[in-house]
């Protein structure tokens, strides 16, 4: 099936080709035409576009992105969109990418390479790729396995500019689907099929108008960062900027990757800051004695990140990652305590 694109000032954007069972929007970023998206799973509704001409199958009816669209317009949402023949879409240009041009998603298959349980609740895992994959720091993957419909979206752990292997965190909801098959037995035999990389809260260093740091995240929405704390570590980046990274769980039980803080805190002393909040019961002594690089608040996390002073940080770059009223709390923080202009924060809506 063809798809035809049209923005909404009607002007031709392109044509490509979309599988029969392909989602509009994959088959479009996949031939490198930049179409709006943020999640690219139907939860947050960037992807509204209107339906020209043509038929497509709605693959999810429930999606909250839906809520979105407008009534009674012919809007749909194109990561949710099969096209039953050729059709014509009309589309809003996207926002600019933050950095350099962001690679071109594309498919691979994925098999389970290493996989442990960091949490009661949060499992890490490495994903071996069919062949290597560029990407950004920063950057997201889309994953489906064959017993469970439809894609999810997890950011990478590990950095590289091109690799074989992905480092993904997920954690267990109670009663989802996906979770029921990942947390069970038979985790090791699964195929993933992955699509990506997808996502603009990145950093590049050479990019223009590089500055100082400043990292917020809850949960698991750690992963993205540590990917973007790897990538400021091995380039050099660290040794001229200075970073501090805000990081928040619900209590004890809840900590992980304590070690990988204290290991970045080590190599960049002098410039960089790891704050670790958890909000329903505070940090003792065992813990701060055997991470004294870390520092220890009890409070949420975007309370963690006010109370840090910012007063020697210059063009500062922030990012924010995690359930998303964590990352509107942290974004208020950001803009009202420590003045940071709008376009200097880099999240991505996976909600």
């Not at 933050?98 to 994925?110: D, M, V």
């Not at 004890?252 to 070690?259: E, G, I, N, S, T």
């Amino acid at each position: 099936m063809r798809v035809n694109l049209v923005s909404s000032k009607q002007e031709e954007l392109g044509k490509f080709e979309c599988g029969p069972t392909e989602r509009i929007l994959y088959a479009g970023l996949r031939t490198g035409l930049p179409l709006p998206h943020e999640c690219a799973t139907g939860t947050c509704g960037t992807c509204r576009a209107k339906l020209l001409s043509g038929e497509v199958e709605d693959l999810w009816a429930e999606a909250p992105g839906r809520k979105a669209l407008r009534t009674g317009k012919g809007e749909i949402l194109l990561c949710q969109s099969l096209p039953r023949g050729d059709c014509s879409v009309g589309i809003r240009m996207p926002r600019p990418a933050a950095g350099e041009s962001q690679p071109i998603p594309s498919y691979f298959t994925g098999n389970v390479q290493r996989s442990g349980m960091l949490t009661h609740d949060v499992l890490i895992l490495e994903l071996s790729l069919d062949r290597p994959m560029q990407f950004l720091a920063g950057q997201f993957v889309l994953v489906e396995v064959p017993e469970v419909a439809g894609f999810r979206a997890y950011s990478m752990v590990n950095f590289s500019h091109s690799t074989e292997r992905l480092e993904l965190i997920v954690k267990r909801k109670p009663g989802g689907v996906l979770s029921n098959v990942l947390f069970g037995p038979r985790l090791s035999s699964l195929t993933f099929k992955v699509f990506g990389p997808l996502g603009t809260a990145t950093l590049e260093p050479d990019e223009g108008g590089a500055g100082d740091l400043v990292c917020v995240a809850g949960g698991t929405g750690i992963a993205g960062i540590m990917a973007i704390l790897a990538r400021a570590s091995e380039s050099g980046y660290l040794d001229h900027h200075n970073a501090v990274v805000c990081f928040g769980v619900r209590g004890l039980a809840d900590l992980f990757f304590l070690d990988r803080f204290s290991g970045l805190k080590r190599k960049h002393p002098e410039t960089l800051k790891v704050v670790v909040a958890t909000s329903e019961q505070g940090v003792g002594s065992a813990i701060r004695e055997m991470h004294p690089e870390i520092e220890f608040k009890n409070g949420f996390v975007h309370e963690a990140l006010a109370w840090q002073e910012l007063g020697n940080f210059a063009n500062v770059i922030a990012y924010a990652a995690g359930p998303p009223p964590a990352v509107e709390a942290a974004t208020s923080v950001l803009l009202t305590k420590h003045r940071v202009p709008v376009n200097r924060i880099r999240f991505d809506k996976f909600g």
